[in-house]
DNA sequence: CCCACTTTGTGCGTGCTTTCACAAGCACGT
DNA sequence: ACGTGCTTGTGAAAGCACGCACAAAGTGGG
C-alpha cells in the first residue's frame, strides 16, 4: 500500500455525512477491540444504525476505501475517517460554567477516544473557583482570554445558566475561539465564521413528547407512523 | 387566550418544523417575560436565529395563527405550540444513571418550562441506591419495571455507561416506554414504534473538530495535505 | 483461465427542506 | 369608504438527502 498524491477529492462532503461520520468510527471501534480486521458495509452499516446504501455513499465522499468482494479494512477506515474528521491533531477544550452540567463534562473521561483534551475550567463562582475537578484548578472567568491564548484553546465548551451564556460565547469570539459548544438554553448571537453547535435536553424532550402524543392520539386508529431521528 | 375546538387541521407536521418548535416556544416565552404583547415574523426569526419564511411556514403547519399587517399574539402562539408539542399535559420522566451526568440532569431544574416531571431517579451502584438526589431517592435499577408502572412513565432517559445503556433501554421497552432518550454512546436497538433520541457530546465535539479543522485548510492556503498511509 | 459469488461505488428517481417572491389580508388614518 | 402600509401565508423553484438497484471490480474454486 503506497501513499497517495494529494487526493483530488476534496470538493465538500455533505452536512449529513458529516454527522454520521462519528457514529461509524465510534461502530469501527468497537469492531476492531473485538479484533475484527475487515468489515462489510452491510454489518458496518448495521452496527451504526443505518442503510447499508447511505453508509456506502457517505464513505464514497472520503475517496475509495473499500474493496469490492471484500469489505473496508477497519483499521485503515478509522485512520481515515479520523483523518477526515480533523481528530490526528488535538484539540483544546475550555468549558465554561462547572456546574453540574460542567462537572458531568469535565469527568466525562474518553472525550470520544482521543484529539480532545480538555484545557481549562472557568467559572464565576468564587465558591467554585480555585476548587479541582478531574485534576484541574478551576479557574475564574475573567482569565477566560488569557488561557485561550496560553493553553491554545480552540473549542469552547458552555455550561454556564442561559443568562451567562452570550456573554461567554462573546469573549470567546473575541478571544479568536471559532468552535464553540453550547448547553446553556439560548440562542447564541455570533459573528459570521464561527461554527456554534448546540445541545438543548429540553428541547429532545418536547420532541419526544411531541411523537408520544402523536402516538397516543392516534392510537387504535389509523396505523402508526413512528419517528425516527435526526440530530 | 381561549381555546379553540380541536382544530381539524391535523396532517402531518414536517420532522424539521417539530424540531425548531421548541426553539420558538423559547423564544416566545422570553418575549412574553418581557411583556411584549404581540410579534413579527421577523422578530421571532431573529430571536430564534432562522430565516423569517421559514419560520412563517412553520406555523402555517399549525394553523393561521397570525394577523396580517400586525403579527402574531405571543401569548396565543405559546398556547398553540404548546399544545401541539404536547406540553399541555404532563410527562413522567424516568433517568438512569445517576453518575455525573444522571446528576446533573435531575438538578437541571425547569425542565423546559413546565410539562416534565422526574418521577424516578433508578442506578445499579449499591452505593448510589439509597441516596437522594434533587430531592428524590435513587432507587434500584430492578425495581425499574414497578417504577414505570407505579408512575406512569413514559418517558425513559439513559445516562449510563455505553456497556449498560442497551440493556436498561431493553428494559424500558418490555415496561411499555416507547420515548428514550439516550445519553450513552451507543446505538440503541429498539423494536419499531420506539422513538429514540440520542445526545452525544463526543459526536458533537467531532464535528466541530470538523469545521474547524476545514476552515484552518483553506486558511492562507491549502497547503498540508497529509497523504500518509497506514497499512 | 474462467466462472460463480460477493460487495463496493454510484446513477437515478423520489420526497423532503429551504428560500424566494408576491398576492391576499388586516389595521389605521383620512 | 377607501387608500396606504405592513405582515402573513403560500405557490413555485432550487437544493439536499435517501434508498433502490445494478454495473463494476475483486476473490476464490475448479
Same mark, same amino acid.
Given at each position: ?9 476534496? +470538493?465538500?462532503?455533505? #452536512? ?37 446504501? +447511505?453508509?456506502?455513499? /457517505? ?13 473496508? #479494512? ?76 496560553? +493553553? ?39 459573528? /459570521?465564521?464561527?461554527?456554534?453547535? +448546540? ?33
Amino acid at each position: 500500500m503506497i501513499s497517495r498524491p494529494p487526493r483530488p477529492r476534496e +470538493k465538500g462532503i455533505p #452536512e449529513a455525512t458529516v454527522a454520521r461520520l462519528p457514529v461509524y468510527l465510534r461502530a469501527l471501534q468497537v469492531l476492531q477491540d473485538r479484533g475484527t480486521a475487515t468489515v462489510s458495509s452491510e454489518a458496518l452499516a448495521g452496527a451504526a444504525g443505518v442503510n447499508s446504501a +447511505k453508509l456506502r455513499k /457517505d464513505l464514497s465522499h472520503l475517496g475509495s476505501y473499500g474493496t469490492r468482494g471484500v469489505g473496508y #479494512e477497519v483499521e485503515y477506515l478509522i485512520y481515515q475517517i479520523s483523518r477526515e474528521l480533523g481528530l490526528t491533531q488535538d484539540w483544546s477544550v475550555a468549558i465554561v460554567g462547572i456546574g453540574n452540567l460542567g462537572r458531568a463534562l469535565a469527568n466525562y473521561g474518553g472525550f470520544g477516544t482521543r484529539g480532545f483534551r480538555i484545557a481549562a475550567l472557568l467559572d464565576a463562582d468564587p465558591e467554585v473557583v480555585g476548587r479541582t475537578v478531574a485534576s484541574l484548578e478551576v479557574r475564574h472567568i475573567d482569565s477566560l482570554e488569557e488561557v485561550v491564548h496560553s +493553553k491554545g484553546v480552540s473549542i469552547g465548551v458552555i455550561a454556564t445558566p442561559a443568562g451567562s451564556a452570550q456573554g461567554v460565547a462573546s469573549r470567546f469570539v473575541e478571544a479568536g475561539v471559532t468552535s464553540i459548544l453550547n448547553f446553556a438554553p439560548v440562542v447564541l448571537n455570533v459573528p /459570521d465564521g464561527v461554527d456554534v453547535r +448546540k445541545v438543548d435536553l429540553s428541547i429532545e424532550l418536547q420532541i419526544l413528547a411531541f411523537h408520544a402524543q402523536r402516538r397516543a392520539d392516534g392510537d387504535g386508529r389509523e396505523a402508526e407512523r413512528v419517528g425516527l431521528e435526526m440530530t
